[in-house]
């Protein structure tokens, strides 16, 4: 079967750096998506990783590890704005996206 | 960059009455069309996946009958809850596919079946 798994829950301080990781085990893959998604609203996209390797984009960067079916989405300089769920999702041999459940990070100031 | 449009952002029903959810494409065409249910502290779940001028396919253990879409252009697609009860209260947030890799979401839609 198909599972994504990441965190429930973490905690992190603000000015702080935090690494969310997500697990993965999919039919196929053609890359492994990290959203944002505050409460009541719909994800927006944070970052897309196809290859091995760390993406860095601001304050974000993700990591991935097709090899350990493994990713971590890094936040540094932590906002309290940044207190959200994050939702690891991967895209499989039919272009379809696989969810995780969703980490949801609260931000302590 | 591409925008997705959902309309109502909310809506609160009877029971046993049908709602229609609009996801608009405003900037771009889509020819395919993600219809997700997210209920609260849990993530999406694919209901089904709409396509301009075809029947959409629907995820395993959703009802067709209960969960209506139509894509009848390559702008829009809808999404009709018929014979609504408050189980299917729920949050329902579509999202337009781009390219193969990119999919853009609406801003979800917010329904509340008394």
């Known amino acids: 079967g198909q599972n994504i798994d990441q965190p429930t829950e973490m905690t992190a301080t603000e000015g702080a750096i935090v690494q969310i990781n997500c697990t993965y085990q999919t039919s196929g893959f053609n890359g492994l998506f990290w959203y944002q998604q505050h409460a009541g609203e719909a994800p927006t996209f944070l970052s897309y990783?196809?290859l091995d390797g760390l993406e860095e984009k601001g304050r974000f960067s993700s990591f991935l590890s097709r090899s350990k079916g493994y990713s971590y989405l890094l936040l540094k300089e932590l906002q309290m704005k940044d207190s959200a769920s994050y939702l690891c999702a991967v895209m499989d041999s039919n272009y379809q996206l696989i969810w995780g459940a969703g980490t949801k990070l609260i931000i302590k100031p | 960059g591409a925008v997705v449009s959902q309309h109502p952002s909310w809506v609160i029903c009877k029971s046993g009455t049908s709602v229609k959810i609009e996801c608009r494409s405003l900037?771009?065409?889509?020819?395919?069309m993600f219809w997700y249910r997210q209920f609260p502290k849990q993530s999406l779940m694919l209901m089904a996946t709409?396509?301009?001028?075809?029947?959409?396919?629907?995820e395993q253990g959703v009802e067709k009958d209960k969960f209506l879409i139509n894509h009848a252009s390559l702008t829009l697609s809808t999404l009709t809850v018929t014979s609504a009860h408050p189980e299917d209260s729920s949050f329902y947030i579509c999202s337009a596919r781009v390219t193969e890799y990119e999919q853009y979401f609406g801003p979800g839609t917010r329904l509340t079946v008394t």
């Open positions: 990783n196809v």
């Open positions: 900037d771009f065409q889509a020819t395919t």
């Open positions: 709409s396509n301009e001028g075809s029947k959409a396919t629907y």
